[in-house]
């Protein structure tokens, strides 16, 4: 590579640095926590059932003895009920879109939404990573900031694998820039780090900020769709989950559908429990067209 055109790309590479460093590095910690929401969250709320001491993994009551049980204590029917392989996960019942509340498996006893303290801890993170724990008209000002900063981090990256090639494609060249050295100080051991730390994490960090550019933007994520070899339809991303064509969520006024708890994982106001792809979701009822609950069928999800 020319000189003059590795000092551009050197140029280019340090401002958009300097530029989105404090909102990368908020990110990245943040959602480093909300990685770890999943398996917390499950042990805070197997800690909540004591199954039999003959409870063994699909050993679980009917769901028919259990309904009436919900129906009695939330006074209303269910519209899905997601069931656990592990005999301490408790049930996940769904009265809507937005309102999931949890129950003993065993007993039917209503549980609450789960251990408040772990729940609010990680909305707290949620709303941080999302929007800088700002609140109304300033969501809008942080979601710009965070949505252009993931946009600048996708540039930061080919112009940062651009900077590292060596000069010489000699192996002590390469192996200046591919592993760590010892002995090094000062500059010359960060310049090595960043060299090696940059190139080994270059397509995780590319992933990363390519999807977190497509939440933020729906022509990036369009993109992605029809790299992945997907449709877009018209009125933008349909798909599960997003309430489009072919989305996760029932159509009004018609039954709900039993469906993959990973598929009603999208974004809300009191976010719904992110759930392991190996559980079943099992649908309790219709949507209830009148005061009183409809019938409960029963209809299995993913294995």
Known sequence: MPATLRKVFLWIHLVLGVATAVVALSLCVSGALLAAELPVTRWAERRLVEPPATATPGSLPELETLVPKIVAQSERAPEQIT??????????????????????????????????????????????????????SGREAARAIVGVSTLIFVLMIPTGLLLWLPRRWRWPAVRSVLLFRRGLSGKARDFNWHNVLGFWSALVLLVLALTGAGIAYDWVGNGLTRLAGGEVSEGGRGGPGRGGPGGGGPATGGPATARPARERAGARARRPRRRRPSTSAWLASTRPSSASPASPRAGSGSP
């Not at 772990?118 to 724990?133: A, D, L, N, Q, Y």
């Open 83 to 136: 069931v656990g392989h592990d005999p301490r996960d408790p049930l996940v019942v769904s009265f809507g879109r937005r309102e999931q509340s949890l129950y003993d498996p065993w007993t039917g006893e209503a549980l609450g939404e789960g251990p408040a303290g772990i729940e609010g801890f990680f909305r707290k993170v949620m709303t941080f990573h999302r929007w800088f724990s700002l609140e109304g």
